[in-house]
């Protein structure tokens, strides 16, 4: 089906918008090199529409029927010659009062990055273009056009020695038992074999899943967990925080239990001394953690943030979908493996399948997922709201604009026994003459500032409604402070 041609209204239409991201002016072309610049740059950056036989200021200057057979002559060299890949742009002439203008639209490439005649890759930045040269922008590039991977980049200065051997010999006996290519071989060689070394060195996959200790040549490459007690992120005070280093199965250990110890647990049809169910179901948790840990982009130097608000959990992981996946491709299940070999061998060390299941698995379960990419913050974010909450025997119905109590920020009563570390029992010695603020029980701990061990005991002695704050309506007043309560009072006793 034939589109409707381009008249000189539409046109003036468009140019009265002006040169932006996907719409550039020029007056003409007199050399192939030039032309292939801006067409790499639309074609690396999503696409965009050449006007040729426009001024930058918008004034059409036309073209005479002999400047289109020239231009047509040019296009087809540089589109042809002088990117590669090679590109397929579209052309229309419009008939306008000034003369022809030629209308070159490229579409958004799918084999990234575009590079011009002399090797360089070019993108448009608002109405202009720029040379990239950042590495890492370059690295995400081609791993966009499947010609690189992260996890399979070789880590400079390991040695198989930096593995955790027992625990990946432990991995060989339960999944490659029956492989008699691996029996009797070096481990830089089974290694090599499984994609997790090159012989010399570890790949990024054979750090992340099986190193020793994964942080001292990829400190980014962490989770940094924050539960705020209200439903910003810009909250002086926060309930609590942790990172998480370690292989790929450590960090999502602990960054589970972080996020269910900071969620609430509701009743529901289980009897009086069952333990709760958490307030959104566990499996929704578990797919979106592990689809950050395997799908995030290696390339890019940032951790995964877990934010927990009074509302909402955020996952928020670096680099946006590929270009080939949209939200609603991840919705139906559909998938692009960022990380091949990570994910190859993460299906059997954590609840990871690589089906493109994980995401519908986790709307299924909890419906109230919103997954948002950006490309121009180079993140992909899971926004998890959490149900609205029925303080303990308030009644009331909490919303955004009220100021949540400290005690409607933890879980429900814990009636079991509560085991007391050395921390806990300092904390309800110093509140047991009297209350007090966070900075005199901080002096009277000994500590000039909090420390996790401080953050986490505050957090549990508040779940186990042992301590209590003395202003429970203004969580962030300067004047708050914490006491003992009867329950407390009875265990220090």
Do not use: C
């Given at each position: ?203 990024l996959a054979g750090l992340m899943l099986f190193g020793r200790n994964p942080l001292r040549w990829r400190p980014a490459f962490t989770i940094k967990a924050v539960a705020f007690f209200g439903t910003s992120i810009a909250d002086s005070h926060y309930q609590d ?253």
């Open positions: 089906m034939n589109e409707t041609p381009l008249t000189e209204t539409v046109l003036q239409e468009r140019i009265a918008l002006g040169e932006h991201t996907r719409q550039q002016f020029k007056r003409s072309f007199n050399s192939p090199d030039a032309l292939a610049a801006e067409l790499a740059a639309f074609a690396n950056s999503g696409g965009g529409t050449l006007l040729i036989g426009v001024d930058d200021d918008g004034t059409v200057t036309g073209l005479s029927a002999a400047d289109i057979r020239h231009l047509n002559q040019m296009l087809s060299n540089a589109s042809s010659q002088h990117v590669r890949p090679p590109i397929h742009p579209l052309t229309e002439n419009v008939k306008t009062h000034a003369g022809l203008v030629m209308v070159v639209t490229v579409p958004n490439g799918l084999a990234k990055p575009y590079l011009d005649h002399q090797g360089r890759i070019w993108v448009k930045q608002g109405a202009d273009k720029r040379h990239v040269t950042a590495r890492e922008e370059m690295q995400r590039m081609f791993q966009s056009g499947g010609l690189v991977y992260a996890d399979v980049v070789p880590v400079a200065g390991t040695t198989s020695t930096d593995i955790d051997e027992p625990a990946f010999r432990r991995y060989l006996a339960q999944y490659y038992s029956a492989d008699d290519a691996q029996a009797g071989l070096p481990l830089d060689a089974v290694l090599q074999n499984l994609g997790l070394g090159d012989g010399r060195e570890l790949t925080s942790q990172d998480f280093n370690g292989t790929l199965s450590a960090q999502y250990t602990e960054a589970l239990a972080f996020i269910k110890r900071n969620l609430r647990r509701v009743q529901g049809d289980q009897g009086f001394n069952s333990p709760g169910i958490l307030e959104v179901p566990e499996v929704a948790l578990q797919e979106l953690l592990v689809n950050a840990l395997v799908h995030r982009d290696y390339f890019t130097s940032a951790s995964i943030r877990i934010l927990v608000f009074r509302d909402r959990i955020e996952i928020i992981s670096p680099g946006p979908l590929p270009d080939s996946l949209s939200i609603d491709d991840i919705r139906h299940g559909k998938t692009n493996r960022r990380n091949p070999t990570l994910s190859e061998h993460a299906f059997r060390l954590l609840p990871y399948r690589g089906l493109g299941s994980g995401i519908p698995r986790a709307l299924g379960e909890w419906p109230q997922i919103e997954l948002i990419s950006e490309v121009s913050g180079n993140q992909f974010t899971a926004r998890v709201q959490r149900p609205g909450a029925l303080w303990e025997g308030s009644g009331k119905q909490v919303t955004e604009q009220d100021e949540a109590p400290v005690e409607a920020l933890v879980e429900a009563p814990v009636e079991a026994p509560v085991a007391l570390t050395d921390t806990d029992q300092k904390i309800l010695t110093a509140l047991a003459a009297q209350p007090l603020g966070r900075s005199p029980l901080l002096s009277a701990l000994g500590y000039s500032q909090p420390t996790g061990n401080y953050k986490a005991a505050m957090t549990k002695l508040l779940q186990a409604r042992l301590i209590e704050p003395t202003i429970p309506d203004k969580p962030n007043s300067r004047l708050q402070q914490y006491r003992l309560t009867e329950k407390g009072r009875s265990v220090l006793k």
